[in-house]
């Protein structure tokens, strides 16, 4: 059975810093992997998709990398800005059926 | 294009009724998932459906039931409700199922 663990459950930074949200699973057979951000009380915005021949994506301030082999993948967010506040979440599919989804990371970025 | 159509967005019911979700997927996209999301854990998935035949099937009780349209559009059903069956429920659309997913803004489901 897969298990997500996201490190750490909370983190608080002030602006501008950059920052590293780590993922980790325990079945590296994996499709791909997928990064959400969801707003309190909002359904799941899509960041990033990491399909499992790939190392890494990159959209604007926001890097993911994955390595299958060790089952991790971090998401990188450089120069954070309040608005960044939110919960992240990961999650991988491994038979292609379904998410499986990490507990998330709640950051607070303040000014 | 629109993206992926909850309705409601809140509800609320007594123990022991049955609700009915509604879901519209992004146009072209053949497979739908239901997830539940309990406040402070990451979302559980439900079912997938695929073509209107149902693909996957998580840990979850007989009470839960769902279905795909020909149009695409799905509904999850849920009888007898339970209190721990407050939560919000997330659907999520993808072209086949396997190459990401694009999730609508969820219902609010309390169960009093």
């Known amino acids: 059975k897969q298990e997500v663990t996201q490190i750490p459950a909370a983190l608080s930074v002030p602006e501008g810093e950059n920052l590293v949200l780590n993922c980790s699973f325990t079945d590296s057979a994996i499709y791909n992997l997928q990064w959400f951000r969801q707003d309190p009380g909002k359904g799941l915005t899509s960041l990033l998709l990491i399909q499992s021949s790939q190392r890494e994506q990159t959209s604007g301030r926001l890097n993911a990398s994955l390595d299958k082999s060790s089952g991790r993948s971090t998401l990188y967010i450089a120069a954070s800005q309040p608005g960044d506040s939110a919960t992240y979440l990961c999650a991988v599919t491994n038979s292609g059926y379904a998410l499986n989804f990490g507990k998330g990371t709640s950051l607070l970025v303040t000014p | 294009d629109a993206g992926v159509t909850q309705s409601p967005t809140h509800l609320i019911k007594t123990r022991g009724q049955q609700v009915t979700l509604r879901c519209s997927p992004i146009?072209?996209?053949?497979?739908v998932s239901w997830y539940q999301q309990v406040l402070g854990q990451g979302p559980q998935f439900i079912f997938q459906?695929?073509?209107?035949?149902?693909?996957g099937r998580g840990n979850f009780p007989d009470r839960f039931s769902a279905r795909q349209f020909p149009n695409y559009s799905s509904e999850l059903n849920v009888n007898a409700l339970l209190l721990g069956d407050s939560a919000l429920y997330l659907c999520?659309?993808?072209?086949?199922?396997?190459?990401?997913?694009?999730f609508g803004s969820g219902t609010r489901l309390t169960v009093v």
């Open positions: 146009s072209g996209h053949k497979s």
């Open positions: 459906y695929y073509e209107k035949e149902e693909r």
């Open positions: 999520a659309s993808s072209l086949e199922g396997w190459n990401g997913y694009t």
